[in-house]
């Protein structure tokens, strides 16, 4: 395999066969092909795309660049969620230990914050002692006792897809569909999962912000799993407004913990029993999504969930203390409420500012070396459709101090439409 011929084949519009697909991620991955030929063949897939067969091969040679975790024999159905990332978007906090409770097993290996998206991982480690960093025997032994485990993706999982991510960030090749999918499919097969749900956002805060673009990445999502045998489904939910009323990492944690006891905000409850109602239909527990749903409803309001959760967190090393006590996560150096500039009804709140907001009161990263603060973020959000009055709070921002927090008030105020 010449790598530059394979280039020129795709930039002129050609189909890749599966030897050239799988010879140059091995060669890339091995360091025997070179990155600018992979930027090359990047931005080649870029502007011609591939077909689902290609899409396929490419996925399932990325998938097989590293370690493949394996349940196979396993008494209990496995299944995972993926979301392409979101404001507030909790949801894998409370899906795991429900789907668990409902009788799946859960591997779950997710990631940190991209960009003002947030990440689980980043949420998880505000619990104090929470070892997102488990050995592959280490997780397996929890999702065995517990029904779920969620740790942070290891560098044997998909390297070439570690390697060809960072890659892509720097070369603007990142929005492609097929290389998302390859992206997000490798590590998701490599998991060992027999049945995958998406979650693809669509609105300002998204990496898709229009719905064909969604549909667009559903479907190929779903096809490409179908075609490496695995069992699959989709929902396009909004990313226009965050989602629940709090945008960080510990304001989230305890969202969740909320949820996990049968309150929550509505939309958060109601997106987690969608998504996992959907993971139990696959994996054969109830027979369709109105039955999943009823059944999911009553073990977040009975306590199952929350007490799968509770067990999570300590077989992996987590005090639970803050499942009963908010105050056992970290705390905030100071708080500021955002009176609200007039009286009317919540038309929207921009994910996008929010997220942005957070991101600077130090609850994301804007360098790959930063540190999270755990505390910052936001919470007490107003929601679409939510009539305030005049002085009303509209949110409370949280950060180490106030001169973190005073730069973005007037940003927070313009998050709001009336
Ligand atoms: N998330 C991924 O893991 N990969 C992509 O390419 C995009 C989002």
């Known amino acids: 395999m010449v790598p530059q011929w394979v280039i020129e084949k795709k930039r002129d519009g050609g189909i890749l066969d599966e030897a050239e697909i799988r010879a140059f991620i091995e060669g890339f991955t091995a360091g025997t092909i070179p990155e600018y030929q992979m930027a090359a063949l990047a931005m080649a897939i870029y502007f011609k795309g591939m077909t689902d067969e290609e899409t396929a091969i490419l996925t399932d040679a990325m998938m097989r660049s590293g370690d493949l975790i394996s349940f196979d024999g396993w008494p209990r159905p496995t299944a995972d969620k993926h979301s392409t990332g979101g404001i507030g978007d909790k949801i894998s906090l409370m899906l795991a230990p429900l789907a668990a409770a409902a009788g799946l097993a859960v591997p779950m290996i997710s990631g940190r914050g991209l960009g003002i998206t947030g990440g689980t991982l980043d949420k998880l480690e505000s619990i104090p002692g929470y070892d997102t960093r488990l050995s592959v025997g280490r997780f ?45 499919m490798s590590k998701k097969l490599a998991e060992g999962a027999e049945s995958l749900v998406f979650d693809v956002k669509c609105g300002r805060a998204a990496f898709m912000r229009t719905p064909e673009k969604a549909r667009a990445l559903a479907e190929s999502l779903t096809r490409v799993g179908r075609a490496l045998g695995r069992k699959t489904d989709a929902l396009i939910t909004d990313m226009d407004q965050p989602l ?58 009975n306590g199952a969930a929350c007490e799968v959760f509770r067990r999570m967190v300590e077989a992996q090393g987590g005090d639970p203390a803050f499942i009963d006590d ?74 180490k101090d106030r001169a973190t927090i005073e730069p973005h008030l007037a940003a927070a105020t313009q998050a709001i439409t009336f």
Do not use: F, H, W
């Open 326 to 399: 908010p105050s056992a996560l970290p705390q905030p150096g100071c708080t500021v409420e955002l009176p609200s500039p007039r009286a009317g009804t919540v038309e929207a709140v921009d994910a996008q500012i929010i997220g942005r907001i957070v991101l600077q009161l130090g609850g994301g990263r804007q360098a790959v070396t930063d540190t999270i603060d755990p505390a910052a973020g936001i919470d007490r959000l107003v929601q679409r459709g939510e009539r305030v009055e005049k002085g009303q709070p509209l949110m409370r921002l949280l950060a």
């Open 140 to 184: 397996k032994a929890v999702i065995e006792s517990v029904g779920c485990s969620i740790i942070g993706q290891t560098d044997r999982l998909a390297p070439a897809d570690k390697k060809l991510y960072a890659l892509r960030d720097v070369t603007g090749t990142v929005p492609s569909i097929p290389l998302i999918t390859a992206s997000i």
């Open 244 to 301: 629940g009323r709090t945008a960080g990492n510990a304001v989230e944690v305890n969202e969740a913990v909320e949820t996990l006891k049968g309150g929550g905000p509505a939309d958060t409850r109601a997106l987690t029993l969608e998504l996992t109602a959907m993971m139990t239909v696959l994996g054969g527990i109830y027979p369709d999504r109105e039955t999943a749903k009823t059944a999911l409803a009553r073990l977040l309001d």
